[in-house]
């Protein structure tokens, strides 16, 4: 009865804190850290201390799963060379460096434990990111901050294992990086597959709630397998949500994935509440162990500070090199789009294609399409980094938004008994991720206001212009099948002129089948101008939206 009533509290508190957070306009997972700590200094609260299993294995696979899920997979793949570089090259700088600092200032340390505790401070927090979503900027910007949560941890977990075994043997770094390519290599083959036979499975289910809840199975069916295997589970249960998520809306009926999406919406507040809430609940259990073992709150303290900075200026270090990389290439491919449209265009007109001064003739249509198809999806990519600039004000954001979270935490919780300092360690890992939360997540609107990044992207009129003539194609082509039908003709011819809605004119109930057609035609329009990069995320997903309500109602309206 005690752990029923705790478990009902705890809801009863993460959506009381979700409605005032919304209300005082300040994140929710810092005020639940901030109530966590308040409970847990009352007199007669006994210590929490968690399992990190509970977190590594039960919490997060779901909640990187649902992220990946929502995360455009043509936004990701864009993204894809600054977030490899975050999640693997910053991670190993950051836990070598802050090694080297903790072993100067700790003694009886070593190297191994140094490093230990930079692999737990390196990897940002994929839950903390979510409070960048609320300050408004670029859709890049939330693109490679969220991609790079969901894949350090993989990362990390590799070293923080690696410097584990190296303070009782010797360990090479030839193991380290053959252990880390296992885990990443093994860990995206056996996500793709699962993400694959999930929706292969799903789309024949007829039962929505049956649906959601081979849903939420799907990322501990990818990431049990893994971690067996010896890879990165969470790295399995990512590219399992990224699989889901392309593929869900070629695959699965509209009924299924609004299922899925108010599911896990729930879902993740649960989750997402009780990480934060559970790291604030931990510290008296965290400072009970440094008091245990000798250690002095004070010292622990100033190391926690000295390794906070130290993790924002390497950060900072790091991504400043990434954005002169990304604008050196964003200026090459600019210098490079006149060439590449004017080889689309002879492409387009049937001629020899030419390529550095040369003519090149491609006779196969298959060849033609395959070539057409990658210019246009690098014309696309070089007016999408324009339009979306990673400059140093976007810079500082990614920077000052890189915050830890429960992962720092959990992962601190898995060191040995034995490990040398191990309760100083987690002491340090709860007050940087407790630190970083309150001091970056609470100050970064403030950040944006004062430096002025881009703003989050605004469909143009040009780009509606161009969707619109996108969904008007999808449905002539439809209307043309039924054209010997009553009142198509009139409609198309109407449509063309782009004074109706495909519910002006073909209202009965005897037309909703070509509606629903149509429907589908343009769902297909446009998640095929999705796999060419040609419009925003956010407008092909205010589109998707738009036609998902409209065959609801349809299909409700048809049942009565």
Excluded: C, K
């Amino acid at each position: 009865m005690g752990t029923l009533l705790v478990v009902v509290l705890g809801l009863l508190v993460i959506a009381s804190v979700r409605v005032v957070a919304e209300r005082v306009g300040v994140a929710a997972p810092l005020l639940l850290v901030l109530v966590g700590v308040a409970v847990s200094v009352l007199p007669g609260v006994p210590p929490v201390v968690v399992d990190p299993e509970w977190i590594l294995a039960g919490i997060l696979p779901p909640l990187l799963f649902s992220s990946a899920v929502a995360m455009p997979a043509m936004d990701f793949r864009r993204a894809f060379g600054a977030v490899s570089g975050l999640s693997v090259l910053l991670v190993v700088i950051s836990s070598v460096l802050i090694g080297l600092l903790a072993t100067l200032l700790v003694p009886g340390l070593g190297i191994a434990g140094g490093i230990a505790l930079g692999a737990i401070l390196s990897p940002t927090d994929a839950t903390a990111t979510a409070i960048v979503r609320r300050v408004g900027v670029t859709s890049r910007v939330v693109t490679v901050l969220d991609g790079e949560g969901l894949l350090n941890d993989a990362t990390a977990l590799v070293l923080l294992r690696a410097a584990i075994a190296a303070s009782a043997a010797s360990v090479s770094i030839g193991g380290v990086v053959g252990r880390f390519a296992l885990a990443v290599v093994v860990a995206v083959v056996l996500g793709v597959v699962v993400g694959r036979l999930g929706l292969a499975v799903r789309r024949r289910i007829g039962d929505p709630t049956v649906n959601t809840v081979l849903s939420f199975a799907t990322p501990f069916v990818a990431s049990l397998p893994a971690e067996e295997l010896g890879a990165s589970g969470l790295v399995a249960a990512v590219a399992a949500g990224l699989v889901t998520g392309h593929g869900a809306t070629r695959r699965l009926p509209v009924q299924h994935r609004l299922s899925d999406t108010e599911s896990w919406r729930t879902v993740e507040l649960v989750l997402e509440g009780t990480i934060f809430l559970l790291m604030g609940l931990e510290l008296t259990a965290v400072v009970e162990d440094l008091h245990r073992d000798g250690g002095a709150v004070g010292f622990g303290a100033g190391l926690a500070a000295v390794a906070l900075v130290a993790t924002v200026v390497v950060r900072a270090g790091y991504v400043s090199a990434l954005v002169l990389w990304v604008r050196t290439t964003a200026r090459r491919g600019s210098a490079m789009q006149p060439q590449l449209q004017e080889m689309n265009a002879q492409l387009e007109a049937g001629e020899p294609v030419t390529i550095r001064g040369r003519a090149v003739s491609l006779t196969s249509p298959r060849r033609i399409a395959a070539f057409g198809r990658r210019l246009r999806l690098q014309i696309a990519d070089i007016d999408y980094f324009r339009q979306a600039p990673l400059g140093p004000r976007e810079g500082t954001v990614i920077v000052w938004a890189g915050m830890r979270g429960a992962v720092t935490l959990a992962a601190a919780q898995t060191l040995p008994a034995d490990f040398p300092e191990r309760s100083l360690l987690v002491f340090v890992a709860f007050t940087v991720a407790a630190g970083s939360l309150l001091l970056q997540g609470g100050t970064l609107a403030l950040l944006v206001r004062w430096i002025r990044p881009a703003p989050a992207e605004v469909s143009s009129p040009a780009e509606q212009e161009a969707l619109r003539d996108r969904l008007t194609e999808a449905n002539l082509a439809v209307l043309d099948r039924h054209a010997d039908e009553p009142d198509v003709a009139a409609f198309r011819q109407r449509l063309t002129d782009r004074d109706a809605r495909p519910d002006q004119t073909l209202a009965s109930d005897s037309r909703t089948r070509v509606r629903l057609e149509m429907i589908e035609a343009q769902r297909a329009a446009l998640l095929d101008a999705r796999d060419e990069g040609r419009f925003t995320s956010s407008a092909l997903s205010a589109a998707l939206e738009n036609l998902d309500a409209e065959q609801i109602s349809l299909e409700l309206r048809s049942n009565r």
